[in-house]
Each structure stands twice: as C-alpha cells, then as structure tokens.
C-alpha cells in the first residue's frame, strides 16, 4: 500500500480548523486535525511545504517509521507547530490502518478498558449564580462533571467566561486584551465552589481551570482554599516550563492538579510525572504528536498512578475529538475528557460516529476514527485570522493569559 497524495483544508465554520488528508493507492484514506489556534496557518504550511512531500510513495502502515522520521529527521526537535504536524500525520496514518482492518480504531490499540469516556462540561457565567444556573443545565443533560468559571468581581474579560452561550476565547482581528488581578480572583474563587456544593451537593465532580495565572506560592494558597470543596482537579495553577516550581504547590495542598494541554511532547511533562507532582496530565492528541505519542506519555504516567485528561476545548476539532476518544476508550490509565460541544456548523462540515449519553462519550463503531471532512461544505466557510486574547494587570503589566 502507498500513499498517493496529502493535502490540507483550512476550514472556518464557526472558527478556524486546519485538517490534514492523506490518500492511497487502494482508495483508502485517512484525516488528521492539524489545528493550533491563533497560529493555523503555521502548521498548514508546515505540513504543505515540509512533510507532506516525505509522505508520498510511502507505506501508510510504517506508523511507527514514519512519525520517528518526520520526528528525528526534521533536526528541530519539538515544538507546537512541529508536534501538531506530526500528530495529524499519525492520526490520519491509525486512521487508515483501522479502515483496512476494518476496525474502530480502539480495537488497535489494545480494546475497550471501559463502556464509556466521562466526559466533563464547562459552566460559566459573569456571576455565581449565572455560572451554577448553567451547571445546573449540565446536570439535566446527564453530566457527572462539570468544570465552573465565572468572572471575577471588578474584573472585565475574565478566562472562561462567555460573552453569549458557548465560550470561545479567539477573536477575528488582533488580540483582544482582558485585565486580570490575583489579589481579586483569590479572594473570589473559593466562595464560587461554596456556593457550588451548597446548590448542588457532592454528587458531581467540579473542575477549575487557572489558566496559568499564579504564581507557585500563591498557587498553593489557592489548592488549600478549595480543598473543603473537593475539586476533581485544579488546572494549570502556574506555567509549566519551570516543572520543578510544581514541588512548592505539592507541598502545600492535596487539591488534585492537572496540568499538559500546551504541552507538546513527553519531555514537557517528564519532570512532572516522574516526582509525582501531579495527578492528571492534559496533552492532546493534536498538540502532542498523535495517538503514538500520547500512548508513550500516558505509559510513563500510568508507572506513578497519574491518569489522562485530555484537553478538549472547541478549537480542537472533531477529527480530534474522534480519535481521542478511541484513545480514552483504551488507555488503562483513563480519568477523564474536556469536551466543549462543536457548533451545528462545525459539525456540519465534520460528520462523525462519536456520541454522549449521560455524561458518557463512546467514539462508536465506524471503522477508523470515525471522524470525516465534507470538503463541499468546509470550502463554504474560508480561513477567517483570530488571536487568543493576551492578559495584562491593572496596572498594564503583561500577564500570562
Ligand atoms: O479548555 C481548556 O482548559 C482551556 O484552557 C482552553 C484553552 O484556553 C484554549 O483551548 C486555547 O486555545
Ligand atoms: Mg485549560
């Protein structure tokens, strides 16, 4: 078998997605999502220019050979645009392999380890009691976990928060700005999970996400301050470049942290898994080289009980979501999934075989990932240029956002 020709589609039905197809002598072919918000067109080129001429007259089977190849044998090692461009190789290559085969894609790597994926939702509102009328929304639609954001009190723009229903934080034009101060959101963000297990008792898992604000020592004050309240997982308290300031945090709370979503590769998260210090890690299968990547991380994990929790906000596409699935559906050191519901048009232009129930996701039966495009419908909808926001304190400093 050889691949015949690869070529990329860049989609914006509702925000932008950058998808990777590769084709087959036998007719077979497969997809991979590519997306790397606010940076798309990188990673499309990437693939264009660089790689997808590697790919053409080889054996979609080698995998293992070709990811090693196109890992080894750029020279520059890592990276998000690097790493992505190889996960949508890899995904549309397993892709490929379990249409052969005739098999979802799950069954490759090893079976099911569990019936279902729990999958967790996201809660927000400008005010507690917006923020917990949409958990509520959650929990009627069967969710066992539920993540809650909420703006801060004099603060405009917070993380998280959505302007109308669905939170999408990249904006047409250059970056949006928002304000942020530590001092407001420690104080405020304990009263939000009070009043959160006061409404809704402790027969539902919460989450919070940071989003890399804090530093170490104030990070730490946070995890205490929400322990009563018994968080699923605290979400990247502080950037993770520096793995060891995590040490500081550890010492000082028992609140669950989870951290990895912008992480690219196993030696981000090496430092972190190894002295335990945390307990879920958040890679992806598009910004962490594909499913053959990520197996080798969660492997390391699994040595030191930590378990996965992939993220998956909007701007990773459904192709993502497909494939992860089969993934969580596999890896036997599954905790559980981020999943932002696609808009009706993203999902027009991404059919595909996943579906939730009661809080579970499964990736469904369809041979492959069971993620596909319709290029008739993603050319309605071309490249539109978006930015991630960028953070600053009150008294202009720039801020990790
Ligand atoms: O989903 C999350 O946990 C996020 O932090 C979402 C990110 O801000 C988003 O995916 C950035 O593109
Ligand atoms: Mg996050």
Known sequence: MKITDAYVIVTCPARNFVTLKIRTDEGVYGIGDATLNGRELAVASYLTD?????????????????????????????????????????????????????????????????????VYAHANGQTVGDALDQVQHYVDLGYKAIRIQAG???????????????????????????????????????????????????????????????????????????????????????????????????????????????????WDAKDLIQNQLIDYIRTTVVHAGGISHLRRIANLADLYQIRTGSHGATDLSPVCMGAALHFDLWVPNFGIQERMVHEDVTNSVFPHAYTFDQGYMHPGEAPGHGVDIDETEAAKYPYQPAYLPVARLTDGTLWSW
């Open 50 to 118: 660089h790689v997808i001429p590697c790919l053409i007259g080889r054996d979609p089977h080698d995998i293992e050979d070709i990811w090693q190849y196109l890992y080894k044998g750029a020279y520059w090692r890592r990276g998000p645009v690097t790493m992505s461009a190889i996960a949508a190789v890899d995904t549309a290559l397993w892709d490929i392999k379990a249409k052969v085969a005739g098999l979802p894609l799950y069954q490759l790597l090893g079976g099911k380890s569990r019936n279902g994926v729990m």
């Open 152 to 266: 801060v009190p004099g603060l405009k723009g917070v993380y998280g928060v959505a302007k109308g229903i669905n939170y999408e934080p990249a904006t047409r034009g250059l970056p949006a700005e928002s304000a942020w101060s530590t001092e407001a959101y420690l104080d405020f963000a304990p009263t939000l999970f009070a009043a959160a297990r006061d409404r809704f008792g402790w027969d539902l898992h919460l989450l919070h996400d940071v989003h890399h604000r804090l530093t170490p020592i104030e990070a730490a004050r946070l995890g205490k301050s929400l322990e009563p309240y018994r968080l699923f997982w605290m979400e990247d308290p502080t950037p993770a470049e520096n793995q060891e300031s995590f040490r500081l945090i550890r010492q000082h709370t028992t609140t669950p942290l989870a951290v990895g979503e912008v992480f690219n590769s196993i």
